[in-house]
């Protein structure tokens, strides 16, 4: 994949790159985005002055990070490392929101190149109790999951962050989560993922949000403290 292939198929933030890349942070989107990204967001903005080469992969707005997901981004990251001529002491860092933080944490769990942090804002963590979670959801895991001949308590396993808690590298992760979100409900996702993830012995620093909805506005605090956990690994 050449530089050309590459920004066609992920928006790579290099334009608002201030000094030489010191990591590269992954962000996966959320459920059903399937627009051109063309401008970094604030948090994409302050780790980019740090640093930080954003990419923004378009792995398909239904994926879930199914397999084909997950080779997807592994070449992907695989052409940025060359393209850009980063040596592997440079951190790759996992990023998302919802679908983009289930996606964040599995990506994490089977990234060919090791992943060094990894940050999901209100993530889905129970892909099988989620597909009963609203009547939106089982058109596009179903989807996701077309093809495969496993059964689908076999396919819900391998996708779900609090079924692969035993396999997760032991590395510093961050979870956000508001207890008002009704899409993703933080007392059957973040809570009990991240309870699991501890009595593993993972280090897990766990923001619960008073009021704060499905995507809504974060307070400044919890704004700041996403953007300071990744650039505190650029250059790690």
């Known amino acids: 994949m050449d530089m050309k292939a590459t920004k066609q198929v992920a928006w790579v933030g290099d334009k608002w790159l201030v ?4 990591g590269v942070v992954l962000v996966f989107h959320g459920l059903g985005y399937a627009a051109m990204k063309e401008l970094p967001s604030t948090e994409e903005l302050g780790w980019a002055r740090a640093g930080g080469l954003v990419v923004f992969p ?6 879930w990070m199914n397999r084909s997901a997950r080779a997807f981004v592994d070449d992907l ?3 940025i490392y060359k393209e850009y001529k980063l ?3 440079v951190p790759l860092i996992s990023t998302g929101g919802s679908m983009g933080g289930c996606s964040s944490l599995i990506y994490t769990r089977y990234a060919r190149r090791r992943v060094r942090a990894c940050l999901a804002l209100f993530p889905v963590c129970d892909l099988k109790l989620h597909f009963t979670e609203r009547p939106d959801l089982p058109r596009t895991i179903m989807y996701a999951f077309r093809g495969y001949k496993e059964d689908m308590n076999s396919l819900f396993a391998e996708h779900s962050p609090i079924e692969q808690v035993h396999a997760m590298p032991d590395i510093p992760y961050l979870i956000i989560h508001g ?3 009704e899409a993703v409900a933080k007392h059957l ?6 309870a699991a993830m501890r009595r593993q012995g993972r280090k897990v620093e766990y923001m619960e949000v008073p009021g704060m909805m499905h995507g809504d506005l974060m307070p400044v605090e919890v704004f700041e403290k ?3 956990f990744v650039t505190s690994f650029l250059g790690a």
């Open 87 to 89: 040596p592997d002491s």
């Open 77 to 79: 990251v695989d052409s």
């Open 179 to 181: 207890d008002a979100d």
């Open 58 to 63: 378009y792995y398909g707005p239904w994926s």
């Open 226 to 228: 996403q953007v300071d």
């Open 19 to 22: 000094g030489p890349v010191r």
């Open 189 to 194: 996702h973040s809570d009990p993922f991240v």
